[in-house]
């Protein structure tokens, strides 16, 4: 496999000044790889701030710390393993668990939760099914691979994290043609810990360096390689092999050996294995190290060096230790019957120093390895995205909008996610306030009277429309799903994924969507606190849509100020914020009617800001009884599903919403930003608030019946939807009925 391009070889030797061996080369390599290094985009993310009174450490460790007072910390890290699982899905899915979690280990915190977002091609015929062109018999074929990779990706997840006894706490899951025999696997962890537990990272000559866990093999050799180039053909042996067990023994070693302050350095091996493990924690504790591969544990007797140092075998620790906590250190280790060895020791130099049968075989300054020459790409603005937004959309209204609303329920997308929400432990550590597929983000306890919200959101099919005004609305929504829950805002994380990054016009599409990470960040003064980049997502097919995906964390007061979904009979229903009638990108154009095009929603992040801000003060007011962000699907999807949620019917006034919708299904499907639908029980006291607030648009739009059980919209006194329950509940579990098919 050719690691190394001709400029970063011919860059490598003038920097080492001698020729590289093919084991310097290989650990070179994987470290320089995309995945390990961004060195394709790292010029760009360090432009996103971190800067906030709450952040402790940001972008560029294994998890983003944020203070959460009284002494507590949290934790927070994203990562995917999407070549993998297009893969060997189960495998793939399960390790990427396992890496996030030792990810948050290693900055001294406990895993507290896992949330996910997943992407699939579809499942199912879309019901205009006009974006694949293929025969009914290969149309079947790619949904029946779809199924199975959404099958076993949610498999591998529950039962990791059922395994090791962390709740998968949320997430989201999107399907689109252009996921179609691929698939995005993105895991979230979220840590909890004590400031004073939180691994100091400084190092001394003589220090211990220790690996422990499973044993090294050849699974996941030249991983990080797989995962910086197209999917043009499946490598198995580049696939990891999870080991749950051992991860929750080091889960235990790692937290009784914080407990006991032993420990002066962790970090998890993750993609690159033990090159880019030993090279960046070399590098950044400003430290040499000198290790012996004859005292790494190994699978084989025949493994070459270059097999052992690049080999991303999971469930592996690095620590490292002083010569006086060592032995208890060792006793912990072996109280949990943990594998480990001495593997090397910290030298005052600054290299990374290889050892075999008493020689050394490499020998390279460890700055050099952990930090690749960066690069400059071209970049193009997409030709397709001109063409989309001046092209003319003829689209019938539907004679039957009840009908429509069903179609748009039973849309995978947006269907009721209980056939994957089920297969997790949500309740296991008893800290699940509010469970996975009630709302769109997770609550969890974290000390008395504290709590925090947590969200993933992405939209593909906005981003790939416009990848600047599609990430400002996965940020305005990850945001309005944090409101709604009752939070405040403290830190966004980020994993921004796209197909080629030596296509100029990909590249295009990734630094808008930075640019708008950034112009949402400063606006709103979230700081980032993390992420990640994911290139060459691309198949035979073609690439993926832009798909960022959006972590965002709020902090709630107390347990008064969550706010639930679920609205009570007789609750008075409004509306926030303003409709338009920009319906590029949604899922009634795409999903429903097979048109791609149009004029994408735009963001006015002063309007968004202000309307999740009154949002969050009238909660802390307790006037409000539910509340739910207006997003994917629309109006009409919000609604439904709130009231199906409660199975309480629900009486809707269109002709009160604030909108400059020129038909009557756009304003029903339109996935306009900045809106939330609120309910309460005294309309006086939240009006009388409201009118604080000048130049708020918003509107009471209808009612939660105290009896009866149908779903209505009506407009100019006429029941233009009017739907039972039963039937509209029947649709929104279209995708458990697939999967379950």
Known sequence: MEILSHSELQYLKKKLKHEPNFLEKEIVGAQWSEHCSYKSSKKYIQLLSSDAERIIKGPGYDAGIIDVGNGDVITIHIESHNHPSAVEPYGGAATGVGGIIRDIISMGTMPIAILNALRFGHITSPFASKEIKI??????????????????????IADYGNCIGIPTVGGEVEFDESFTNYCLVDVAAIGFGKKKNLIKNIIQENDIIILAGSSTGRDGIHGASFA???????????????????????????????????LKAVKDLGGGGLSCCLSETSANLNKGFDIDLDKVPVKYRDMEPQEIMISESQERMLYITNEWNFKSFAKILNKYE???AIIGRVKNHKNLVIYKNGKTIAKMPSHLIAYAPLLNRNSKKPKYIDNLSVKKIFLKLPYNLNKTLLNMLANPTIALKHWIFQQFDHEIGLRTIVRPGITDCAVIKLANDK?????LDGNSKLCYQDPYEGTLSCLSEARANIISSGGNPIGIVDHLQFGNPENPEIFWSFQKCIKAMIDFSSFNKIPIVGGKVSFYNETKIGPIKPSPVIGMLGLIESMKCISKIRPSPGDT???????????????????????????????????????????????REHLISCSHDCSKGGLSITLTEMAIDSTCGINID???????????????????????????????????????YKNLKYSKIGKVMDDGDNITFASKNKKIINLEMEIAKKYYENLTSIMEN
């Open 338 to 340: 943990v594998p480990f």
């Open 573 to 619: 229903l409004y509306i926030v914020g303003i409709t338009g009638n920009e319906m590029g990108g949604s899922e009634y154009f795409q999903y429903l009617n097979g048109v791609i095009g149009g004029i994408v929603p735009k963001l006015d992040l002063q309007i968004d800001s202000i309307n999740s801000e009154i949002i969050l003060k009238i909660n």
């Open 135 to 156: 025969s009914r018999r290969e149309n079947n074929e790619l949904y029946s691979h779809s199924k199975w990779l959404l099958k076993n990706v949610v498999r591998g």
């Open 228 to 262: 910086s180039k197209d999917l043009a053909k499946e490598d198995r042996s580049a696939v990891q092999i999870p080991d749950p067990f051992m991860e929750k023994l080091l889960i235990e070693v790692t937290k009784e050996a914080i407990e006991a302050d032993i």
């Open 654 to 692: 269109l002709d009160k919403v604030p909108h400059s919708c020129e038909r009557i299904d756009f304003l029903l499907f339109s996935e306009t930003p900045s809106r939330f639908i609120i309910g309460t029980e005294n309309e006086e006291k939240l009006e009388k608030a409201f009118s604080r």
């Open 451 to 455: 709590f925090l919200a947590a969200t």
